[in-house]
């Protein structure tokens, strides 16, 4: 299941009023101890989860992606308050539509489903249902088409994933049909719900929440999509640049069931033929690319992301958010240290308060004062977290900065001033972002390097940055990297070991009510940390053969110039006063990007090469920083920390 590779490259405030007082008011009498008589502000565990009603029912899709002659069905299993259904109360939904429930389990410690002898839901992975279903929720956890009990083929975010799990939203709120065997033809209705759907779920799952969002989907109140992709193609390319040496075909085998992976060899090829290895657009990316529909997306989205995520990076994030920014679409956010990990496993408490206040907000309508909070919480430093009031903050502005040749080769200087002067590199698929940083102050063959002088005051990174480069390659074939580094000394989380930014302990603590078959008792985690002399603030690669077009590569040629720009990835980072903001140009980032087919050495024109960085305080602030600070180039340090290369999980979610 692992291959050993560097850093982990795994596979895998704008609101709207929910509720009146007065139906607040109606709400508490259906979901709250008869004896209240105030609008609740808090969902109470008053529900039995032991005596909880466990069911499953399968929800037809409409499709037949198996091409068996028969429509899919996807098995949902229902775990609901049984007082409410006694009293005929309907009730909200929190559903976690996945792939992962039988071949590879959720969370930290891999749970997966177990059933009983009548094929009724024993263990449901995680906390959701233990905390949530005593206070009045209804937890679903849906197989995704072509996964564990469901009919249908898995094909990697597009048609069949998204419309399999819309199939249960609809269903939820009427619009479907669902039976209670595989087969059989007994229909099952969702009598208990209100239809009021919040979707939930880490990686592939998080996904499915940002896929049937973009659909528009009436009855999906809220989506809470955690290390999320919202693009396939930004998942194994980046402007052309291959991020992993396999595709789409490789992940939808991993968690086929074996029904499926019988059935599903015309998908499989399809995904094969669809995502060619050049990098090229295809309408296979098309339908699953989820930011070009962020206009009919009608839910509110809490998105969680780890700024050191090497599996879905934050490029994920940032196109996403400003697309949901830009259509009006209430949103949240957390932005942590660390890499593909879960918020349960790296600030458990708050998220579980913040989490129940979220969907008790949505869900429910209650004013408990969430929608007037700050809209970002950020992971300074480890464990240390600020807020935003709006992400990215007020007076955020892109500041273009330009490099210019300095004393030594390859150690130039990043200022407001126009950019002068040539440097080259040659492409050295050996070498890593880590290593360039760590002798970012070093003449080496393989990188050109910019830096600032020592800052004089703090300096704030926030949202989305892009570099443009005009390069003269040697051969056909170039791949390019870019990479923002904050140079100086600090203690981050060690995002590039196995834990991605936490070692799990032996202790474990309980949320939620256990049974004798589901614990909601789960095995504590500390942030791991590292000292370091330099922190990846962010980085972005591309094929320089796409530098006419995103959509498609062509060969390039050798001693003539061409001009790419490429997106970096979204963060959220503050350099401080003494360290220096370095802008580093390399080719192959090694574990990172693939490399190409040729070993190229290309110049660069620094007169027409410039980064742009969203700062806050735009270039004012960046003018006051750097004011009266010479760009220093004193002998690099030893990295103490992060270091390459590292081992590197290549599957899914592998438990994680």
Not at 424 to 448: G, I, L, N, V
Not at 555 to 582: E, F, M, N, Q, S
Not at 609 to 637: C, I, N, Q, Y
């Amino acid at each position: 299941m692992y291959r050993p590779r560097m850093p982990i490259r795994t596979r895998f405030t704008i609101w709207r009023p929910l509720a009146t007082a007065a139906t607040a008011a109606l709400m508490a009498t259906s979901l709250a101890p008869a004896t209240a008589t105030a609008a609740p502000r808090e969902s109470s565990p008053v529900h039995s989860y032991e005596n909880a009603i466990r069911e499953a029912v399968w929800v037809d899709t409409g499709l037949d992606h198996d091409r068996d002659g028969k429509t899919d069905r996807v098995a949902v299993d229902i775990v609901r308050p049984r007082e409410t259904a006694q009293q005929g109360r309907k009730i909200p939904v929190i559903m976690d539509a996945s792939p992962y429930y039988s071949c590879c389990g959720r969370g930290n410690e891999s749970q997966k489903k177990t059933y009983d002898a009548d094929g009724d839901v024993v263990q449901m992975p995680l906390f959701y249902d233990n905390y949530f279903v005593p206070r009045g929720y209804a937890f679903v956890g849906v197989d995704l088409a072509g996964t564990n009990r469901s009919d249908g083929c898995v094909d990697v975010g597009g048609r069949s994933d998204i419309l399999s799990a819309k199939a249960v939203v609809d269903w939820l709120n009427g619009r479907a049909k669902a039976y209670t065997t595989r087969t059989g033809t007994t229909k099952a209705k969702a009598t208990w719900t209100n239809g009021r759907t919040g979707m939930i779920g880490k990686s592939w799952d998080g996904t499915i929440a940002n896929g049937v969002a973009a659909t528009g989907v009436e009855g999906l109140k809220t989506i809470v999509p955690i290390s999320a992709i919202s693009s396939w193609y930004d998942y194994y390319f980046q402007q052309g640049a291959p991020l992993y040496d396999s595709g789409p075909d490789w992940l939808s085998d991993y968690v086929d069931s074996p029904d499926a992976r019988a059935k599903c060899g015309a998908v499989q090829q399809m995904l094969v033929d669809g995502a060619p290895r050049s990098g090229d657009w295809t309408p296979l990316w098309t339908e699953r690319d989820y930011v070009k529909d962020a206009s009919k997306v009608r839910a509110s989205v809490f998105l969680i992301h780890g700024m050191q995520d090497l599996n879905v990076r934050m490029k994920h994030v940032g196109q996403w958010w400003d697309a949901l920014a830009k259509n009006g679409v209430e949103r949240k956010i957390w932005l942590s240290q660390t890499g593909h990990v879960d918020p349960f496993d790296f600030r458990r408490a708050q998220w579980v308060d913040t989490l129940h206040r979220w969907f008790d907000h949505e869900l429910l309508g209650y004013d408990n004062g969430i929608d007037r909070e700050p809209m970002a919480d950020i992971e300074r430093h480890p464990d240390q977290w600020v807020t935003s009031k709006v992400w990215p903050p007020r007076g955020t502005d892109t500041t273009t900065l330009r490099p210019a040749k300095g004393t030594q080769a390859g150690v130039g200087t990043l200022g407001l001033g126009k950019g002068k002067g040539t440097e080259t590199f040659t492409d050295d698929p050996q070498r890593s972002e880590t290593d360039w940083a760590a002798h970012t102050d070093t003449p080496t063959p393989d990188k050109a390097g910019f830096v600032t002088g020592p800052l004089t005051r703090d300096l704030r990174l926030s949202g989305s940055s892009k570099v443009t480069v005009t390069a003269t390659p040697t051969t056909s074939t170039a791949h390019l990297s870019a990479v923002l580094v904050d140079l100086g000394p600090d203690t981050i989380r060690d995002y590039a070991t196995s834990g991605e930014g936490i070692t799990t302990l032996t202790d474990r603590t309980c949320w939620g009510v256990s049974t004798t078959g589901d614990s909601a008792c789960f095995k504590e985690t500390k942030a791991k940390t590292a000292d370091v002399d330099y922190t990846i603030v962010s980085r972005g690669w591309a094929d320089l053969g796409n530098h006419a077009s995103d959509l498609k590569g062509v060969p390039l040629t050798p001693g003539r110039p061409h001009t790419i720009t490429l997106d970096l990835a979204a963060t959220d980072h503050v350099v401080p006063a003494g360290h220096r903001l370095a802008l580093i140009v390399a080719g192959t980032d090694k574990d990172l990007i693939d490399p190409p087919s040729t070993t190229p050495t290309l110049t660069l024109d620094l007169s027409r090469t410039k980064a742009r960085v969203p700062l806050v305080g735009g270039a004012h602030a960046f003018a006051r920083a750097t004011a009266g600070s010479p760009a220093a180039t004193p002998e690099a340090t030893p990295l103490d920390g992060v270091r390459a290369p590292r081992t590197v999980h290549r599957i899914p979610e592998g438990g994680q």
